[in-house]
């Protein structure tokens, strides 16, 4: 990091943004040095993205200044930003799908910036090559993996000789060895003096790689620190305001008998940018969590799709239930043999936006509480509430919209819906993905609750921490390919992460092959 | 069959297509934006009527041209206002612009219908209409078939060689990235739905001053509907929405040839032929629905409110 150079890069100054019924921004201020890598930290809803799309000129701040390389400038547009040198990486990739690499980097440059670049592939490989971004510019973005594409929108900031880049949760989508392959590339343009914020919820990176951190609470700066000298730990107290739970150990359990288990399941997808099953085997045992490991995009959708009953199609022998065949049946029959499900989508699969929380409980209890053909709304409401306090999830009430409800609160009530059930098997996807520390400490608890009752849990998840944290056995998934399941004590980040890309395939890195010829 | 009634049967084909060509031309710009535009038969029916009016009362028939493609843009400014600027729904207004469209064209219309006009002469283009059967098929018409010929190639080179069309696609494609990375989302659906209400007009003027030069009412007997299915058909490509139109002009001429051939087969049934291969090509492109996923814009019909982006 150049500290030589004494005008700071950015610096914010009382930046004040008010939604209606939400303070986002109260008065926060904060100062980028040149070649700084600070971090943003901060539990959902905290301000965090507010702030920087303020940066990045997408959000009109209702009051304070922000003040560039030493003078003050106002941000109408995303444009004049990028103008000034910022660029943005989003946590939900703002690239577009149909076009190619080269024509989504085209979209972000200006005319003149167009002209400047001269012939921009050149540009690009030059870029690639410098960074080790490898992207070929002429492909379509649709047959790219996630890392690929957070390389592109990285490329895109690049392309403009950036002066400041933001990245929003860049790591949540990254393989380990894809992690630390961005962090090369962060400090790369650090030592050129290229100021980084960075958005994070995985605090043992922002120790790794940040040189400061603001941390805010309630839209407020509530902390800054220096991230080297303070442990994980004693950055989420900052982070939740009081002393955080620590989630350290949770005990392994062995499970008893095979209660679900999937034999030799090959599927090809239905969706044209899908992933086709391959081979699936897998067990789970009453009493265990089962957890799965890999980047998204490797057949976890299709799986848990199949698993559900949601793809339809017949695979009466594949999938059986107490050593019965369940794979003709459909998502609600098997619902009543004792599955049940949290899928990753909230909204739109887990809960309908536009009901209230009682006749989303209704969707999956239907059988409890309907007496002579007439549903049982008191009886309902009653048990809605009952959930509500039970998990501690905030909102106005039992009436509430399930849109209404912030990503991590609704997870709780999902969560909250489906164990209530007592399933026998639970299928979760990325239970805790985007929910704030205290949120995600519940979940962990509830899950292991049920395990502890003897239930089986199937724990899909793209955050290693969490599914070492949870899982009694562990596997990975690889482009449709699913790895031997190992116990999660006779294995390590290491050997998950390189399952992740593939190498269980054979020992030879087949799935990599296979995705370069798909491409 | 000799070859001169099939260069007749061909040239009568690309005279039909060209109405078809021209509001489909303007649909697909518009689907393109993201924006589902089903008022295209109302819009089309006020051009027809305001462009005979133009033309009837000036004796000008650029004027009356002119005059539809204006009402055209403005019958599509109403539809950009509500769904746009309110957020209503995109069917919904759609429908009710083919409504109003339709009554409103009546009424304005009614006091002159079984009125006529002398409709654009065909003109010879030198050279080109000396081409053996080409010739006579492509390069013998008036002067707005030519003029769609140019609108084609143009917006063939617009959507797939400019910046312009790699903003209108990507605007259609993810209308939330496109405004994060600060292109005016909102500005660009307006000039696209406004640009389909204009091609619309011109459409609505061919039937009405060349087609059929007089002004009867519903005279586009459900054009602007085959338009619709006529974009799916061609999965939102230039080149293919050209040959459509004039496949379609084809079937809904193929009722007088086959008469013409002393077929005797009921020209009512014959009549439904456009509408049977609307419907037909509509099933079978649905059956397929991995392809339409991949080759329609991604958010065509979805709403999108810059104000929601928190």
Redesign the interface.
């Known amino acids: 990091m150049k500290t030589h150079n004494s005008v700071s890069r950015l610096e914010l100054a009382n930046i004040t943004k008010q939604y209606p019924g939400c303070l986002a921004n109260d008065n926060i201020s904060l100062t980028l040095m040149p070649g700084e890598i600070h971090a943003l930290l901060g539990e959902n809803g905290a301000g965090k993205s507010t702030l920087v799309k303020t940066i990045y000129g997408v959000v009109a701040p209702d009051k304070g200044d922000i003040i560039w390389d030493g003078r003050e400038v106002s941000i109408k547009s995303p444009s004049i930003a990028r103008d000034l040198g910022i660029g943005m990486v989003f946590q939900h990739f703002s690239l577009f799908e149909t076009l190619t690499v080269s024509q989504n980097i085209e979209l972000c440059l200006s005319k003149a910036q167009l002209n400047n670049i001269g012939d921009l592939a050149d540009r690009i490989k030059k870029l690639s090559a410098e960074y080790g971004l490898n992207v070929d510019p002429s492909r379509y973005i649709h047959s790219l993996s996630i890392g690929e594409r957070q390389r592109v929108e990285i490329m895109r900031c690049l392309v403009q000789s950036v002066k400041l880049l933001i990245l929003d949760e860049p790591t949540s989508v990254l393989t380990p060895q894809e992690v630390s392959g961005l962090f090369d590339v962060l400090r790369t343009l650090s030592k050129e003096g290229c100021s980084i914020l960075f958005i994070s919820h995985k605090l043992h990176e922002v120790t790794e790689i940040c040189h400061k951190a603001t941390i805010l609470r309630g839209g407020k700066v509530v902390d800054t620190c220096i991230p080297n000298e303070e442990t994980p730990a004693t950055i989420a107290k900052m982070m939740v305001g009081e002393l955080a739970e620590q989630e350290a150990g949770y005990i392994k359990r062995e499970g008893t008998n095979v209660i679900f288990s999937v034999t030799n399941l090959s599927l090809p997808s239905k969706h044209p940018f899908g992933t086709a099953l391959k081979d699936i085997n897998l067990t789970l045992k009453a009493g265990e969590i089962l957890g799965i490991a890999g980047v998204a995009g490797n057949g976890q959708d299709e799986l848990m799709a199949i698993i559900s009953g949601e793809d339809a199609r017949n695979v009466k022998q594949a999938i059986s239930l107490n050593n019965l065949d369940i794979g003709h049946l459909h998502a609600g029959e098997r619902r009543k043999l004792g599955m049940a499900y949290v899928p990753e989508e909230r909204l739109g699969r887990g809960a309908v936006p536009d009901m209230s929380l009682t006749e989303n409980t209704l969707l999956t209890h239907s059988d409890g509480f309907v007496k002579n053909g007439l549903v049982q709304w008191q009886s309902i409401k009653n048990y809605t509430q009952t959930l509500i306090t039970k998990y501690k999830v905030k909102c106005h009430g039992e009436f509430s919209e399930a849109k209404s409800l912030s990503g991590g609160n609704l997870q709780k009530f999902i969560m909250g819906r489906e164990i209530g059930q007592n399933p026998k098997v639970l299928i979760c996807a990325h239970p805790t993905w985007g929910v704030d520390v205290g949120a995600a400490l519940a979940i962990h608890q509830a899950l292991l609750e049920l395990r502890d009752q003897g239930a089986a849990i199937l724990l899909i998840s793209e955050d290693i921490d969490e599914l070492f944290l949870l899982a009694d056995r562990m596997a990975a998934v690889c482009n449709g390919h699913l790895s031997p399941l190992v116990k999660t004590e006779h294995t390590n980040i290491d050997q998950i992460g390189q399952w992740m890309a593939g190498t269980f395939i054979n020992n030879t890195s087949v799935c990599a092959q296979e995705q370069e010829a798909k491409a | 069959m000799d070859s001169d009634l099939i260069v007749q049967i061909l040239f009568a084909a690309v005279k039909t297509g060209t109405p078809l060509l021209f509001i489909a031309l303007g649909e697909v710009i518009c689907e393109k934006s993201g924006i589902l535009n089903l008022g295209q038969e109302g819009m089309m029916l006020m051009g027809a009527v305001v462009g005979f009016l133009a033309a009837y009362s000036t004796g000008n028939m650029g004027f009356g041209v002119l005059a539809a493609m204006i009402m055209g843009s403005t019958m599509s400014l109403i539809f950009a206002v509500l769904v746009l600027q309110l957020g209503a729904n995109q069917v919904a207004t759609g429908l009710a612009l083919t409504i109003f469209g339709t009554g409103l064209s009546a009424f304005v219309g009614a006091g002159f219908v079984g009125q006529t006009i002398q409709g654009f002469p065909p003109i010879a283009i030198p050279l080109l209409s000396d081409i053996p059967y080409l010739g006579r098929i492509l390069f013998n018409h008036d002067i707005l078939v030519y003029f769609s010929f140019g609108m084609t190639a143009v917006l063939f080179y617009v959507v797939n060689k400019t ?1 312009i069309g ?2 209108l ?2 605007v259609g ?2 209308p ?8 005016p989302v909102l500005k660009v659906r307006y000039l696209a739905i406004m640009f389909g209400g204009a091609m619309a007009g011109i459409s609505g003027a061919y039937m009405s001053l060349v087609y059929t030069p007089m002004w009867v009412e519903n005279m586009t007997a459900g054009r602007g509907w085959i338009a619709l299915a006529l974009v799916v058909f061609a999965s939102w490509r230039i080149g293919r929405i050209m040959l459509g139109a004039y496949l379609f002009g084809l079937a809904s001429i193929m009722h007088l040839v086959l008469q013409g051939m002393g077929w005797s087969i009921s020209p009512n049934l014959l009549a439904m032929l456009p509408y049977v291969a609307t419907v037909v090509v509509m099933v079978i492109i649905s059956a397929d629905h ?1 392809k339409e ?2 080759l329609a814009p ?1 958010s065509l019909g979805k709403p999108f409110d810059p104000r929601n ?2």
Do not use: Q
């Open positions: 910046r790699l903003t696609k990507a494609e993810n939330n990235a496109a405004n994060a990375i600060g292109i991995f996923k991949l991604r982006m928190a």
